[in-house]
């Protein structure tokens, strides 16, 4: 009989792929709220009509996954989060306190071409700090992301987050005589460069309206690295992520322009240095969201990070924990036959009273059977309970790393296994 297959672009997380997906929400979670950021989620279906308003016409139209209801109204199963947050803080706007520190981790799905670092449904980070303006508030957000790099083990020579500022971009434009009309092509094109050959970057430069003397100027902007002095928020916003520590993890650049249209200001991206990955995560400044969705307008800025590409570079540079699938009970109670079941049963709960994680071998086989399974499951300790040692009162610890085996009374058994977990190296 054939087996079945999941849908394209999905992923089966097996135990040790679950493991890398909790590890990674853990990490989230510890880095999200050391800076004073609450956890919040918002519904896996939104109406079109949420993200139609600003999110772009290629997330709109070619990626998300739509259907009608049956009402007729046009349903996506959610591709972002920023517009439902943007949608919840405008249904809410008068009754929360600002400035608002959320943050949230889960599902997401776009219909695109499923390739190395790209699924069609991911899981996602996404935190966004709403209520300030200031080029500080900035800085905290790309503080956020750079400290998760660090607690993860990535280092400044593995990971940068490449940061440009698109009201400077929108003075360069003015500059080189580029109408405002002409400019969210001329964005669409900047976030292309990367992604087309140099023939076909210059003849989109051409579709989009650029003239040759337009696009050589803007081509120069672009390899400017020193362009960034020109924006007094960039200066103040590198100037907190240096007073927070972590400026070696940012610099300028000017090609990252984002291909969303909500953003306002600053915009930033997080790249492997040795450009073998996609974009690690991508976020920025978006001013007037909140009211484009029917709420007064509300600051804000955030970013979103998948799962997908962080987990392959972590796996690249031997930052992913060790251990993975093994299992959560270190601790293996088997069965030395069916009598002793019971008596199994009854020491393996009395362990867990005193905190320990405690699996039993669901039935009477071979102890070598028993001891193979416990030491393929990552397990440290496997005990024995046979008549013997139930009727001297005694438990048999086998310490499955070294092969060692000693005896002990029951009632010494969890300070035992205790003192014995304790110098095994934690996951």
């Not at 909790?22 to 999200?32: A, F, H, I, M, P």
């Not at 600003?54 to 009608?68: A, D, I, M, N, T």
């Not at 013997?388 to 085996?405: P, T």
């Amino acid at each position: 009989m054939k087996v079945i297959q999941s849908i394209k672009g999905t992923r089966d997380f097996y135990p040790e792929e679950m493991a890398v997906r909790t590890w990674l929400y853990d990490k989230v979670r510890q880095v999200s709220t050391a800076f004073g950021y609450q956890e919040y989620d918002a519904p896996f279906l939104e109406t079109l009509e949420l993200y139609a308003a600003k999110s772009g016409e290629e997330l709109v139209k070619e990626q998300s996954f739509v259907f009608p209801d049956r009402g007729g109204d046009l349903i996506t199963l959610r591709p972002e989060l920023t517009p439902s947050l943007a949608r919840m803080v405008a249904q809410r706007q008068h009754g929360l306190t600002y400035p608002l520190r959320w943050w949230s981790w889960g599902p997401f799905w776009r219909y695109e071409k499923p390739q190395k670092g790209r699924t069609r449904e991911f899981f996602q980070w996404n935190i966004d700090l709403i209520g300030p303006q200031n080029p500080e508030s900035d800085a905290e957000l790309i503080a956020i992301a750079a400290t998760f790099f660090k607690e993860t083990g990535l280092t400044p020579d593995q990971v940068q987050i490449l940061v440009n500022d698109r009201r400077l971009m929108d003075a360069q434009f003015a500059a080189l005589g580029i109408p405002e009309s002409q400019r969210p092509g001329v964005l669409r094109l900047i976030d292309r460069r990367d992604k087309m050959s140099p023939q076909a970057w210059a003849d989109y430069a051409q579709e989009v309206g650029l003239t040759e003397a337009q696009f050589a100027s803007l081509k120069d902007r672009l390899n400017d690295q020193e362009l960034w002095r020109q924006s007094a928020e960039l200066q103040r916003t590198f100037a907190a992520v240096e007073a927070m520590g972590l400026g070696a993890y940012v610099r300028f650049a000017p090609h990252i322009i984002r291909g969303l249209l909500y953003y306002t200001g600053t915009v930033f991206e997080a790249w492997d240095t040795k450009g073998e990955f996609r974009a690690i995560l991508g976020g920025g400044r978006y001013d007037n969201l909140v009211g484009d969705v029917g709420g007064d307008p509300l600051p804000g800025v955030g970013f979103a990070m998948g799962d997908l590409v962080i987990s392959l570079v972590l796996e690249k540079y031997g930052c992913l924990p060790e251990g993975r699938g093994a299992s959560p009970a270190p601790v293996l109670v088997t069965v030395f036959d069916e009598n002793s079941l019971p008596a199994s049963l009854a020491l393996a709960a009395r362990l867990r009273e005193r905190g320990l994680q405690v699996a039993v071998y669901p039935e009477a086989v071979k102890l070598g059977r028993q001891f193979k399974y416990g030491d393929r499951m990552g397990m440290r300790a496997a005990l024995v309970l046979g008549p013997d040692e139930q009727a001297r009162g005694v438990v048999a610890i086998k310490d499955l790393r070294s092969g060692e085996q000693f005896t002990v009374p029951q009632e010494e058994a969890a300070e035992s296994l205790q003192k014995l977990l304790a110098q095994q190296k934690p996951l």
